[in-house]
């Protein structure tokens, strides 16, 4: 049964950008939301150390202290120390409000986001977020940076619009990088960008959303027809987790709605009408 408290966030045993996990959950825990993390195999996920850990480089491409911070506090949570595994049998998304998949460019995150397991549990959650024919309680979907290519690799994006990291904010961070010696460091697939990958599955190029360019304004976007939201980078995840948050209220009083409208028509069904006597 599904709990309209409850979060779920899934990451790569490592590689997974920091900033993008633990804004999200520090919002929603302080919001009263119970946060699970799942894996592949239950392991204990470790987020990209290069931008964990104090260094020069840090200071440049990483999180700000207040973020790291987060992350630390997010990292020693019991719910974190034992995932879930999503390669389980008997794992589901379902009893979840919502599921949230951050991002990540180095090598590693490649894990997740190539996962044919991850991407059948999310093909069959993906129908209730439907906005419109959905009779079953609705459910959110949100994708940060890397993470939206989860549902584009599950082929969940084909009529739906988005947004992801778009190619300058990738070409600045390897530019960056190659600087610091880090080479492909920041190219997750270097023979390709991540926005190509979402322009491949959508429908149409518009359904892709750049945002604002060449600044670091914060942007999320949702989908006018499913409860999805999207952002392109960690300076969008605090946009980015009210959205989400925004869409679970929202789709809980669908819910209810609906669950008020069923009522009342089967009561209307159950009423049995006498018919009147006739004159002897």
């Given amino acids: 049964m599904a709990d309209s408290k409850r979060i779920l966030i899934c990451m790569a045993d490592n590689g997974q950008d920091p900033t993008e996990c633990a804004i999200p959950w520090k919002r929603f825990t302080e919001a009263g939301y119970a946060v699970d993390f799942a894996t592949e195999n239950g392991a204990v996920p470790s987020a990209d150390q290069l931008l964990v850990k104090g260094s020069l480089f840090k200071s440049v491409l990483g999180p700000k202290q207040a973020w790291t911070d987060m992350y630390h506090e997010m990292s020693s949570s019991p719910a974190f120390q034992a995932p879930h595994s999503w390669s389980a049998n008997n794992f589901t998304f379902e009893p979840y409000a919502a599921v949230i998949f951050p991002g990540g460019h180095d090598k590693p995150i490649r894990q997740y986001l190539e996962s044919p397991t991850l991407h059948a549990l999310l093909q069959s959650y993906w129908p209730q977020t439907d906005r419109f024919t959905n009779t079953k309680p609705r459910k959110v979907v949100g994708a940060i940076c890397h993470g939206v290519l989860v549902p584009a ?61 060449a600044s670091p304004a914060p942007f999320a976007h949702t989908d006018p027809k499913r409860a999805y939201v999207s952002a392109r980078w960690p300076g969008d995840a605090e946009l980015f987790a009210q959205k989400v948050m925004e869409e679970i209220k929202a789709a809980q009083e669908e819910t209810k709605k609906v669950q008020t409208e069923t009522q009342a028509a089967s009561a209307s069904t159950s009423v049995v009408v006498e018919p009147e006597a006739t004159a002897a």
């Fill in 153 to 213: 690799f599950a082929g969940l994006l084909h009529d739906v619009e988005t947004t992801t990291l778009p190619q300058w904010l990738e070409s600045l961070g390897q530019g960056i990088g190659s600087l610091w010696g880090r080479g492909q460091y920041y190219r997750t697939y270097p023979d390709r960008w991540t926005f190509e990958d979402v322009l491949k599955v959508v429908k149409d190029k518009a359904q892709y959303k750049k945002g604002p360019v």
